[in-house]
Structure formats: C-alpha cells, structure tokens
C-alpha cells in the first residue's frame, strides 16, 4: 500500500492512495508505504514518454521570427540606394553618397540587440529567466493568461481547515496525536499537520519504538496505547468502524478537493483531520493586478476536480476554469482561445501542463516545476508569482525603450537625407548624425539596466 503524489501528470491535487490491481504512472512520486510493481509499458510506451513525443512531432507555430529592425533593414537598402540614384543628377556624386550614407544600417541591429540583452540582465536580476527573445515582445500582446491549478495557484503543501471530533476527545488532543505519529515524515500531508501543531504551540507526547508501520497510514504506540493515523481504507484495513459523522465530512470533503487523515485510539475513531489546498499567499494579489493592466480574461485549467477548482476559480475573482482537463485536452483549449483571437500566455509547472506550453504564445513556468515544463517554458518565474505582474511591466517598459530607440536612430537618417537636398550635407555631416544617433540609442537602451543597478549600490 502506499500513497502516490501523481499531480504532475494528472493534476490532482491530494495524493491518491495505491494497492493491489491498482495502476500507478512513471514519474509519480511515493509520499509513504511501499509497494511492489508489475511493469505493464516501459520506455517509449509510457504516458511520459508519450507526452514527450507529441512535444517533438509540434510544429513550433511560432516560426523563426527577425528581428523587426532586422526586417526595417533590409526592407529601406533598396529605397535608399534608389534615392541615391535619383540625387545624383541633382545633387552631384557627394550629395548623392550622403543621402545613401545617411542610411542608419547594421546600426538598428545593435541597438536592438543591444537592448534587449540590457533587459534580459535586468529581468534575471529580478529573478525573472527569460530563454527567448520572442517572448519578450510578445508579452506586450498578451491579452489572455491561463493557469493550471495544482503547483501554480496552489502549493504542494496543504494545510489544517477542519478538525472533526467524534469522541471526547478536544481538537488539540487529535492534532497532538496525529503529529506525534507523523513527526518522522516529510510528505506534505505529514508536513501540513506538524506545522499546524507547531502554530498552535503544542506539545507532543513521545512515541515508544514499538509498533511503527507504514502503509496507507501509520500506527505508533504512545503511552502503552495504540495510536492509528491514516485514511479511511487503512482505519478499513484496521477493522475500525468508522461513525456516521465522518464519513459525511469525509465526503463533503472530498467533494470540496478535501483529504481527511483518521486519528484512531485502541482502534476506536476519536476524530479527523480534514486538510485543505494551500492558495499560493502571493496569488490574490498578482491576479487583481494584473486585472488592472492589460489582461482582458483569465482562466484556470486543472485535471482536478470540478468543485475544487470551481471554489478556487471565485475565491481569486477568475471568470472562467476548466476542470478534470487530459494533458494533450489542455493544448485544444489553448488552440480554442487563439482561434477566438486571444493572445495566451499559459502557465503550468507539471508534465502534464508541457503540450498546452508549446502551444501558447508565451508560455511560462516556475522555478523547482518539472524539468519537462521548465525545458518547454519561455519564461521562467525563479522566486514566486509577484514576479508575474512584475514581468508584464518590464515587457511594457522594453516596447517602449525600443521605440524611442528606433526613432533616436531614424531620426538622424530622416535629418540627414533630408538636409543632403535642401542643406547641403555632406557625408562628414551625415556621418556625424549617425554616430549621434547611435550614441543616443545605445544611451537609451542600456539606461534602464544602469539605473538599476545604480539604485542597488545606493541601496547597499
């Protein structure tokens, strides 16, 4: 018997408990108990490897897209020596040569090049990981943002919501004893209810060595009794029956995406702990903000179940949600939205969140989400989702350093020809015009970088 984390390929939020017949995934994860395996696909055949196989055979929708200053110029060299041709009977050789040198050239290309690696050092900085450039300008058109639920809106850990007494036993005497049995265990589950403990400053009795087994649950032997902690089918296994009372809260429990650990005495039930997803703390206010800018609709999509991910959807303020969603589903509602004319940035940190990844325009994941999700993503948030509002900003502030950039380095260009027909410019003139612009544009793409890190040394 054992308990199994499968949330990275089924989205599920509590552990799913396994036993004989029962079928369990590659690259799930053992919280307690053991068990044994029958091998039934392996290699190429597994739902993982599936998952990675699709991921390759994906057009990547995105193209290899230039440079939009790469593309401004190519597209005026033709123009601009066409120009040059016609100026030449008017203005003679010279002023023919400073119309065609007044073009700005490879120079776009460095500005732009330039800038965006200044923005790149700012974000990471910022603990913000960007790994294409694409991104970074396509965050700007972003109108749409997607999340899945379990490990991006939600922690890992749960924590304590209810504690359900059917004895006369008081809460803090069911906590105290569920901690103490849990102390050597570092699930999240475990985790969760020892933390609990720990806040609510209470002392926990010492365990005997005797009796400590694992399975779907755990007994210890505390004070020459026998104490039982676990789910419903290990207090089945136990021969402890289980009173009405808990049975309806386990399932209005689970109901709600709730998971409800057993606390037993002597094999009598003295109460329950019912434990509750843990909301990322940092969520309620990154989703308000981003509401303010330039996001016109959010949605959530989680292979959890509908109530669960319902409950959540209105506790954040999200209009729209998908539950009990198949990994390769996720990619179709992706596909769904962008037909409709959204741009979508989806969010997701499981396998299973690795194909709706490659299909968004902006794909980002966080730090410690799996290695699949982490390889897939543009974007990778290295702290925590307040660097989500954080990164729109900086993409809004790159549009507009890059197009103040552009026009110091057109400017001169437009000066320059325009001054070879009615100034008489030579080429020393539209030379100089050039290099000013340049200076200009470097000075203005690299200036958010210095100012910030002139801030942290007045800082420090």
């Given amino acids: 018997m054992a308990s199994v984390d499968q949330h990275i390929l089924t989205g599920e939020a509590q552990p799913v408990e396994k036993g004989i017949g029962d079928q369990v995934f590659a690259s799930t994860v053992i919280l307690s108990g053991r068990i044994s395996l029958q091998v039934e696909t392996a290699g190429e055949e597994t739902i993982v490897a599936q998952i990675g196989q699709i991921l390759n055979q994906m057009a990547h929708f995105k193209g290899d897209w230039q440079l939009w200053s790469e593309k401004l110029t190519a597209q005026t060299v033709l123009p601009t020596l066409i120009l040059g041709g016609v100026s030449l009977p008017i203005l003679g050789p010279m002023g023919a040569a400073a119309v065609v040198?007044?073009?700005?050239?490879?120079?776009?290309?460095v500005v732009s090049s330039i800038g965006i690696l200044s923005y790149f050092r700012l974000m990471s900085q910022n603990g913000i990981l960007i790994k294409d450039g694409r991104a970074l300008e396509l965050?700007?058109?972003?109108?749409?943002?997607?999340?899945?639920?379990?490990?991006?809106l939600t922690l890992s850990q749960p924590y304590v919501g209810k504690i359900h007494s059917c004895s006369n036993y008081e809460s803090d005497d069911i906590l105290a004893y569920a901690a103490a049995a849990e102390y050597k265990q570092t699930h999240p589950i475990a985790l969760a209810i020892l933390q609990e403990a720990q806040n609510q400053e209470l002392s926990l009795p010492e365990i005997d060595d005797a009796e400590y087994q694992v399975g779907?649950?755990?007994?210890?032997?505390?004070?020459?009794?026998?104490?039982?902690?676990?789910?419903?089918?290990?207090?089945?296994?136990?021969?402890?029956?289980?009173?009405?009372?808990?049975?309806?809260?386990?399932?209005?429990?689970?109901?709600?995406g709730h998971s409800l650990v057993m606390v037993a005495i002597n094999k009598r039930m003295i109460g329950a702990i019912e434990l509750f997803p843990t909301v990322r703390p940092e969520a309620q206010a990154v989703i308000d903000k981003l509401r303010q800018g330039q996001i016109k609709s959010m949605y959530i999509i989680s292979g959890d179940q509908e109530i669960p991910t319902q409950k959540l959807a209105q506790d954040l303020g999200i209009d729209h949600y998908f539950a009990q969603v198949l990994p390769q589903n996720k990619a179709e509602i992706i596909e769904q939205l962008?037909?409709?004319?959204?741009?979508?940035?989806?969010?997701?940190?499981?396998?299973?969140?690795?194909?709706?990844?490659?299909?968004?325009?902006?794909?980002?994941?966080?730090?410690?989400?799996?290695?699949?999700?982490?390889?897939?993503?543009?974007?990778?948030?290295?702290?925590?989702?307040?660097q989500l509002a954080?990164?729109?900003?900086?993409?809004?502030?790159?549009?507009k350093n890059m197009t103040i950039s552009f026009k110091a380095m057109i400017a001169p260009t437009v000066i320059g020809m325009g001054g070879a027909f009615f100034l008489d410019f030579g080429l020393v003139d539209t030379m100089l015009l050039k290099q000013t612009g340049l200076v200009v544009s470097l000075v203005n793409a690299t200036r958010p970088l210095v100012k910030s890190q002139g801030e942290k040394r007045i800082a420090n």
């Fill in 390 to 399: 954080h990164l729109f900003d900086l993409a809004q502030e790159f549009e």
């Fill in 338 to 386: 962008q037909k409709k004319g959204k741009t979508v940035c989806y969010i997701g940190d499981g396998i299973n969140d690795a194909i709706a990844l490659k299909k968004a325009q902006v794909s980002i994941s966080m730090r410690g989400a799996s290695t699949v999700a982490t390889d897939t993503a543009q974007i990778i948030l290295m702290s925590n989702l307040n």
């Fill in 139 to 152: 965050l700007t058109q972003v109108d749409t943002i997607v999340f899945d639920k379990t490990g991006t």
């Fill in 101 to 109: 040198n007044a073009h700005f050239g490879y120079r776009m290309s």
């Fill in 216 to 256: 779907y649950g755990i007994k210890v032997s505390i004070n020459q009794q026998l104490i039982q902690v676990g789910s419903r089918s290990f207090m089945e296994k136990e021969e402890i029956s289980l009173p009405s009372s808990i049975k309806s809260a386990e399932e209005l429990g689970h109901q709600q």
